[in-house]
Every structure is written in C-alpha cells, then in structure tokens.
C-alpha cells in the first residue's frame, strides 16, 4: 500500500470526534478570565456550579487537580484559584494551599510536582499563586531571580530551564512565563530590575512578529497564532515595551474574527474556540486597544460554551471532543468494528507547530494524548505524520533525558514511558533521534533509594506505587539489552505483581488492599510485556466488580461508572482475558 502525504493545515478536525460533554479546568479558566477582562463577570455561566467544579478540584494536600483523584499541581491549582477571585468567590484554606507550594520548591525555583524538577510554567503559576493568593514572598526572592537570569539563551529569549537554555530553546511561552514570575517576586517590578538583558529580550520578542503582523512561538514556528502573539505582546507590556508594529498586531488580532465575532486561533480555522478568545482579548488588553468593540460579540460566545451544571468546554459541549475519549471510542470498538470517521477525527488533531497529537484541537500537544491516537490506528498510513511526530518527540525531551506531558514542563515517569511507547509505534525508539540512554537516566532517578526492591516514584524522591514502578520496566523492556538488562526487568514486574496483587482479585496503586483500574490494567500489559503467566480468573474477579449496567468503575469502591476512559480500559481487559498476550495496547494516564 502507498503511503499517503499530507500537509498539516490550521483547520478544526474533520470526521467525528466523541465528546462528553463535561467542563474542562483549562477552558473554564480561560472562559472566566476572558469575562473578567471584558468586564462581564456576572454573565458566568450557572456561577454557583461553576464555583462547585473548580473547588472540587481541591485535594486534602490544599493543591489542586486537573481532575478529581489525581494528584495536585502547580498549573491546576493557578487556574482554580485565580478563576474563582475572578468570580469574587472565596478561595478555601489558602494557609494549606501555601503549605503545599512550599513542598513543591526546588531551592531555587518551582516544579509542577514535590520532587520534579523546576521549570518556567511551574514557577509562573506556583510564584503568582504564592504571592496573589497566599500572600508571598517566595520563599528566597534571590535564588528565584538567579534561576529566572539563567533562562535566557545567548540568542536573547528564554527557555523553559536553565538546561534549556543552554540548548537554545527559547520560547515566546516561555519569556511570558519567565517575566511574570519576576513581576510576582519583586512587587511587580517594583522592588528589582529584570534579571536579563532586557534589550536582548526585547528584540527577541519582537522578532518572532511578522509581516502579517501575529507572533510565532520560535523562529522554526511555521505560522503565527494567537496564542504566541498573547506571550509575545504580555511579555513586551510587563517589560514596559511594545512590539514593533502594534497596529499591524492589533489588524491581525481582529483579522481572527470568525462569523459570531469570537475569534479563532489561527488563519483559516474554523472553530471559534475559548483560548482564542481568550488570547484576543490578552493581547488587545496588552496592547492598550479598546475592548468593547469586541465584547459583545466574544460574552455570546463564551456562553455558548458553558456546560450544565457549571464550568465551561472549548466549544460547544454536544461537540467538543477530545482526543482520549475518541481514542477509546475506537480502541473500545475493536478491529472488528472499525471507526475511520473517528480515526479521521484524530489525525485533524496534529495541528500548526506542534508535532504531536493535542488533548483538544487549539491547544498544545500532549504526549499522552498522541500514545491513545497512534495506539488507535491514527496516521497509520501518513508518513509524513509520523515523521513530524516523531520531531515532536525529540524536541520533546528534557534535559535530564525524560519526558513531559507538554513542552517545556518537567519529566515525570508516566510521560517518559508514554513517549518510549510512542516511539515504539513510531518504528524506534532506535533511530528517532531520541536520547535513549538519557531515557534510562531518568527512570534510574525515580528509583527509590530504599526501602523495598524495584520500587519507583512518578517523579524523583516521589512516594512509591505500582504503575510507576511498572512504567520503569516497561520503558527498560522497551530500551533493549543493550542498555538495560531484560532478566532483572523481567524479576522485578514479577516482585512487583507479588507486592500489589490484591486477594480479591486485580491490583492495587498502593499496598495490596484496595485495587483500582489503572494499576490492574498496568500490571496485565507489564506481565505480557514480560513474558510471565497471568492468573486470567484473578484478573475476572477485578472485572466483574468494577464492570456494570454504568459502566466501569475506577476501582470496586468508586460510585458508577467512570466514563469512556475507565469503559475503555474496562473492555480492553475483558478482551484480553479471552485472547494471547499482547492484546493490550500500552496505555497510560497517571
């Protein structure tokens, strides 16, 4: 068979995507910050069971989720706690919240996670938080400026760490990033000049504006979106400085208007979406340009966008699929019952500068989001998709030789292993100019220095659990015998399975009491993976309890169904248990 060519276009998705028609944390933010701007706070949607989303976002630890029951970081905890001071709510036990800031603290600057290592995004949201929530200072205002001087690349830009600026990646995302958090530590600028040359920076900034008159990320950006031109035009303001032709920036802004008045991201997109409108009216705020030529047209919009029961999606809810559960869709379906409509769906999502596969079309891509793509059949065909992807990839990697869900932000094991199974379907991990030793390194560095045997974090000096420990040996089976022994990876799934393997039936996160979901379908691909017998009526007493006329539960414990996800991974487990090792596709979220 041929192999089809394609040309990757700024246009939403084509074919069907499935939709569950819930809110979604990042819409939600974008949605009541964009009305707060416009001054039209009092049009959110059902405020009260708005309020109710983003708090039930809070975990005992005072940070907040992207999602009940996972676990709290610094980006979710911003965007719940900045959207409810927008709506004038009060934002509960802000000392604890501040407790758990403090333990994500490098010593010289923030991580997403406790134990991760710092990065730009993590030290935007956590040193805001810190300061506009909690009442500040960050905890040694020095050692922050001293990491926040080390960003910027000899080019004049600013990357996502210190490590990546010494590898010259700078980013409009990042230098919003890297200036905001300076502005939070020193009153706003008040209290401490820039720790740049701000000239340099500057001119970085507006270099990346075009003729046309929008930002790019990077000068290897293919076209200018709203996105980069909102960071690129935020960060000139914060540095008292403006692009070079704001009025061909302001045009181009208004340029984006699609037929309701709201706007979309790029030229010749067709969906008038929530981050779009919210980076309109960013950058005409920062621009000094008068809103309320907009404002009507853009609080229509947004409420067209709000979800019952509160919160907020991307576009309209009956329609805003996201790429996990279209994947499951297809995966659930099986080879039997094919969806190309579905499949289709999935490829749109490969959008303008960013190789991989995005959660929602308009945002970024996210490495766990390619995996279920290309695990459900997406760019089978499409070399020159895979091809980008696997650039994405490469340019994917940190430092420290793991991997993130999104660039720039620190490594994390479920996102390493992710990104090795990528590359896996990608025909690699040889070959895709991945650092594949760097890879090991990492996941070297979850390991726990004691205690029991094998036993791994999600991130460096994280608590233990099973799916990390099993990621770990996945990503070592993967690698070879070339650089990592096959015998002891093999040992340890089996130590592990041991260690976890609830009574019952299935296995557990933790201990070996209360299994769930998520570990049992780890443990079952980490047994095949490794070669080693599974106890199929083990497994089935697992399934039968969490599977029922809702749906599949998360774990035996959790009320109803758990949606497409867990009904996903609930019908892949009970295909397995009837069919030969190698059946389950490497699938991960946490």
């Given at each position: 068979?041929?192999?089809?060519?394609?040309?990757?276009a700024?246009?939403?998705?084509?074919?069907?995507?499935?939709?569950?028609?819930?809110?979604?944390?990042?819409?939600?933010?974008?949605?009541?910050?964009t009305?707060?701007?416009?001054?039209?706070?009092?049009?959110?949607?059902?405020?009260?069971?708005?309020?109710?989303?983003l708090?039930?976002?809070?975990?005992?630890?005072?940070?907040?989720?992207?999602?009940?029951?996972?676990?709290?970081?610094?980006?979710?905890?911003?965007?719940?706690t900045?959207?409810?001071?927008?709506?004038?709510?009060?934002?509960?036990?802000?000392?604890?919240?501040?407790?758990?800031?403090?333990?994500?603290?490098?010593g010289?600057?923030?991580?997403?996670l406790?134990?991760?290592?710092?990065?730009?995004?993590?030290?935007?949201?956590?040193?805001?938080?810190?300061?506009?929530?909690?009442?500040?200072?960050?905890?040694?205002?020095?050692?922050?400026?001293?990491?926040?001087?080390?960003?910027?690349?000899?080019e004049?830009?600013?990357?996502?760490?210190?490590?990546?600026?010494?590898r010259?990646?700078?980013?409009?995302?990042?230098?919003?990033?890297?200036?905001?958090?300076?502005?939070?530590a020193?009153?706003?600028?008040?209290?401490?000049?820039?720790?740049?040359?701000?000239?340099?920076?500057?001119?970085w900034?507006?270099?990346?504006?075009?003729?046309?008159?929008?930002?790019?990320?990077?000068?290897?950006?293919?076209?200018?979106?709203?996105?980069?031109?909102?960071?690129?035009?935020?960060?000139?303001a914060?540095?008292?400085?403006?692009?070079?032709?704001?009025?061909?920036?302001?045009?181009?802004?208004?340029?984006?208007?699609?037929?309701?008045?709201?706007?979309?991201?790029?030229?010749?997109?067709d969906?008038?979406?929530?981050?779009?409108?919210?980076?309109?009216?960013?950058?005409?705020?920062?621009?000094g340009?008068?809103?309320?030529?907009v404002?009507?047209?853009?609080?229509?919009?947004?409420?067209?966008?709000?979800?019952?029961?509160?919160?907020?999606?991307?576009?309209?809810?009956?329609?805003?699929?996201?790429?996990?559960?279209?994947?499951?869709?297809?995966?659930?379906?099986?080879?039997?019952?094919?969806?190309?409509?579905?499949?289709?769906?999935?490829?749109?999502?490969?959008?303008?500068?960013?190789?991989g596969?995005?959660?929602?079309?308009?945002?970024?891509?996210?490495?766990?989001?390619?995996?279920?793509?290309?695990?459900?059949?997406?760019?089978?065909?499409d070399?020159?998709?895979?091809?980008?992807?696997?650039?994405?990839?490469?340019?994917?990697?940190?430092?420290?030789?793991?991997?993130g869900?999104?660039?720039?932000?620190?490594?994390?094991?479920?996102?390493?292993?992710?990104?090795?199974?990528?590359?896996?379907?990608?025909?690699?991990?040889?070959?895709?100019?991945?650092?594949?030793?760097?890879?090991?390194?990492?996941?070297?560095?979850?390991?726990?220095?004691?205690?029991?045997?094998?036993?791994?974090?999600?991130?460096?000096?994280?608590?233990?659990?099973?799916?990390?420990?099993?990621?770990?040996?996945?990503?070592?089976?993967?690698?070879?015998?070339?650089?990592?022994?096959?015998?002891?990876?093999?040992?340890?799934?089996?130590?592990?399975?041991?260690?976890?393997?609830v009574?019952?039936?299935?296995?557990?996160?933790?201990?070996?009491?209360?299994?769930d979901?998520?570990?049992?379908?780890?443990?079952?691909?980490a047994?095949?993976?490794?070669?080693?017998?599974?106890?199929?009526?083990?497994?089935?007493a697992?399934?039968?309890?969490?599977?029922?006329?809702?749906?599949?539960?998360?774990?035996?414990?959790?009320?109803?169904?758990?949606?497409?996800?867990?009904?996903?991974?609930?019908?892949?487990?009970?295909?397995?248990?009837a069919?030969d090792?190698?059946?389950?596709p490497?699938?991960?979220?946490?």
């Amino acid at each position: 068979m041929t192999a089809t060519v394609t040309t990757t276009a700024p246009r939403a998705p084509r074919g069907r995507g499935v939709s569950g028609g819930e809110p979604d944390l990042w819409c939600t933010y974008a949605a009541v910050r964009t009305l707060a701007w416009l001054d039209r706070g009092d049009t959110v949607t059902d405020p009260d069971g708005t309020a109710a989303y983003l708090t039930g976002r809070r975990n005992a630890d005072g940070g907040y989720a992207w999602s009940r029951g996972m676990l709290s970081d610094a980006w979710a905890t911003f965007y719940c706690t900045q959207a409810l001071r927008d709506m004038g709510r009060p934002v509960p036990g802000t000392e604890a919240t501040a407790r758990w800031l403090e333990r994500t603290w490098s010593g010289d600057a923030y991580a997403m996670l406790p134990g991760q290592a710092p990065d730009v995004w993590a030290t935007h949201f956590s040193a805001r938080t810190a300061v506009e929530l909690c009442g500040g200072p960050v905890p040694d205002r020095a050692r922050l400026l001293d990491w926040l001087s080390r960003l910027q690349c000899a080019e004049g830009g600013l990357s996502w760490s210190p490590e990546d600026a010494r590898r010259g990646k700078a980013d409009v995302r990042a230098c919003y990033y890297g200036v905001m958090a300076w502005r939070a530590a020193t009153d706003n600028g008040a209290s401490g000049e820039p720790p740049w040359d701000v000239d340099a920076l500057a001119d970085w900034l507006r270099d990346r504006q075009g003729e046309e008159g929008g930002f790019r990320f990077a000068p290897a950006a293919e076209v200018p979106c709203l996105w980069a031109t909102y960071r690129a035009v935020g960060a000139l303001a914060a540095l008292g400085r403006t692009p070079r032709d704001p009025d061909g920036c302001q045009e181009w802004v208004m340029r984006r208007r699609g037929p309701s008045g709201a706007f979309v991201r790029w030229d010749g997109y067709d969906v008038e979406d929530v981050w779009a409108s919210f980076c309109a009216v960013g950058t005409l705020k920062a621009l000094g340009a008068p809103l309320a030529p907009v404002a009507d047209a853009v609080t229509a919009r947004i409420a067209e966008l709000g979800c019952p029961g509160g919160g907020y999606t991307y576009r309209e809810p009956g329609v805003a699929a996201d790429a996990l559960s279209t994947a499951a869709a297809v995966l659930s379906a099986g080879p039997a019952a094919p969806r190309p409509d579905e499949v289709r769906w999935l490829e749109g999502c490969q959008l303008p500068n960013e190789g991989g596969v995005m959660y929602m079309p308009g945002r970024g891509s996210e490495v766990r989001c390619t995996l279920w793509a290309l695990a459900a059949g997406a760019f089978a065909e499409d070399r020159a998709a895979r091809h980008r992807i696997a650039d994405w990839l490469a340019e994917l990697q940190n430092a420290d030789g793991g991997f993130g869900y999104w660039e720039g932000r620190g490594s994390d094991l479920v996102s390493t292993a992710a990104a090795v199974e990528t590359a896996a379907l990608l025909g690699g991990p040889d070959g895709l100019g991945l650092d594949l030793a760097g890879a090991l390194a990492f996941v070297d560095s979850c390991r726990t220095a004691e205690g029991e045997p094998f036993a791994h974090g999600n991130v460096p000096g994280a608590e233990p659990g099973l799916r990390p420990a099993l990621q770990a040996q996945r990503v070592r089976l993967l690698l070879g015998p070339g650089l990592a022994p096959p015998d002891e990876a093999r040992e340890a799934v089996g130590v592990l399975l041991a260690r976890h393997r609830v009574r019952g039936g299935g296995y557990a996160g933790e201990g070996n009491r209360v299994p769930d979901l998520l570990s049992t379908y780890e443990a079952v691909l980490a047994a095949d993976r490794a070669g080693l017998a599974l106890d199929t009526g083990h497994v089935s007493a697992f399934t039968d309890r969490v599977r029922g006329t809702d749906g599949t539960a998360w774990s035996p414990l959790a009320p109803g169904g758990g949606g497409p996800l867990a009904d996903c991974l609930g019908t892949l487990l009970t295909r397995r248990l009837a069919a030969d090792p190698g059946a389950l596709p490497a699938l991960a979220l946490s």
